[in-house]
């Protein structure tokens, strides 16, 4: 048990003190929820990382140069499913964007659970932009379930197209070093995110900008305005602030000897 769960040991549920607490946390949150769905109250910090991904495609387009985006190595429907989602969040962005801007994109993906909704995002970008049948399915490879075998796939991808930008949002473990050292080494410019601790060093080191862990988790609030997902780190933001808060309380008034 860590040390924040440790002051609570002895509320449960059924305590007067708890059900208050957790009905006005509630009602806080699904406030501030509604609050910026409609728009108000809803200014988000800046993250240069996003600020990236935005410019690269406008890049792309100015360049004639394609956009390369890397899901990881996780799956869907398994441990790493929200890091994938996540990244699958940029790829809809970027895709809509790309599409609307005549910029070529492909993607790599390493579990085959990934591959048919990396499709399906890249279509839906392509269709929302009104350009259907510029869609191409062969744009998204299925590499290998492998961590070594899906970097080389995408170490490869690297040298052989003159890329404008590569963005690698999702699961990653150490073979992240050695994209990104090849992305570095070809001076393209790179963005990369992802909540692995072991793997953030890297992704510091070798790209241009940086998801930090749960960053990666905002990118339907910054990319693409999104009001729900807006109203959810809202949400998240009060309610980290709500336990902070409720552990201070805890531990003055144990040290008072009143609890």
């Not at 899906?150 to 404008?164: C, D, E, F, I, P």
Request: glycine share 10%.
């Amino acid at each position: 048990m860590n040390a924040v769960s440790s002051l609570f040991t002895g509320w449960t549920i059924t305590d007067p003190t708890a059900l208050v607490v957790l009905l006005a946390s509630l009602v806080l949150l699904i406030a501030l929820a509604a609050r910026a769905r409609a728009g108000h109250g809803a200014k988000l910090r800046r993250i240069p990382a996003f600020d990236a991904i935005k410019q690269a495609v406008g890049q792309a387009a100015e360049l004639g140069r394609p956009l390369h985006v890397a899901l990881g190595v996780g799956g869907i429907g398994k441990q790493a499913t929200l890091e994938t989602l996540a990244g699958v969040e940029v790829l809809e962005y970027l895709a809509y964007q790309a599409a609307l801007c005549d910029a070529p994109l492909s993607v790599s993906v390493a579990d085959p659970t990934v591959l048919p909704t990396a499709q399906e995002t890249l279509y839906r970008g392509y269709e929302q932009a009104g350009y259907p049948d510029e869609y191409d399915s062969r744009r998204v490879q299925l590499l290998a379930p492998d961590n070594v075998a899906y970097a080389a796939g995408v170490m490869t991808t690297l040298h052989q197209q003159n890329l404008a930008a590569n963005v690698m949002v999702g699961t990653f473990g150490d073979e992240f070093l050695l994209m990104g050292e090849t992305g570095a080494r070809r001076g393209i410019p790179q963005i990369g995110g992802t909540t692995n601790p072991q793997t953030l060093p890297f992704v510091y080191a070798s790209t241009d900008h940086a998801l930090l862990g749960e960053e990666i988790f905002a990118a339907g609030a910054y990319l693409r305005q999104d009001r729900n997902h807006v109203g959810g780190l809202m949400a998240a933001d009060v309610a980290r602030l709500g336990i902070l808060g409720a552990a201070i309380v805890v531990i003055i008034l144990r040290t008072l000897g009143i609890l």
